[in-house]
């Protein structure tokens, strides 16, 4: 589901062929989603066959294959605005930490200094990161900007963060 969510959300921006697709996920999303390159092309040839999706072109660069272009169908919206809905409806909020969470008290003294020492230096990194890509979507019109998903992550951090330091206390 994420990855059709994903793949019909940028088609709504615009048209893409494949790579583009995937450089996008990469730009905006970095880590924050772990979608495989191969995976794209098929949730591609499904939207295709669905009807959601259709080619509208092509594109060659020197030495490179033929690249087709998708354009996001009335259908493809519909079935996008469905699957938004239907993934806020049956996706509780929770994080992969949490399963890891679950199991910390089985961690020694030591093992947990070291987690909360190593998560809270991911975390000042990622939020240093996070920091410059919302900077970098303040030049990018509105419509266009991915600032709100950042500015969640960036707060969804701060509140991490945060709860770590208070493990030490």
Known sequence: MKIDITILGLLMDENLYGYEIKKKI??????YVDIKFGSIYYAIKKAVDNGWVKRVGTEKESGNPER?????????????K???KQYFDTH????????VLMF???????????????RMSLIKNKLDTIKNKIEEEKKIPEEKSNSRIFSYLEQH?????????????
């Open 104 to 118: 910390y008290k089985y961690l020694s003294d030591e093992q947990r200094e070291q987690f909360i020492e190593e």
């Open 68 to 80: 087709y272009v998708y354009e996001i169908l009335p259908s493809g919206r519909k079935h996008y």
């Open 26 to 31: 990469v730009e905006r999303l970095e880590d």
């Open 82 to 84: 469905k699957l938004l």
């Open 157 to 169: 951090l701060r509140a991490e963060m945060s709860w770590l330091k208070s493990l030490n206390q």
């Open 92 to 99: 509780l909020i929770h994080f992969d930490i949490d399963i």
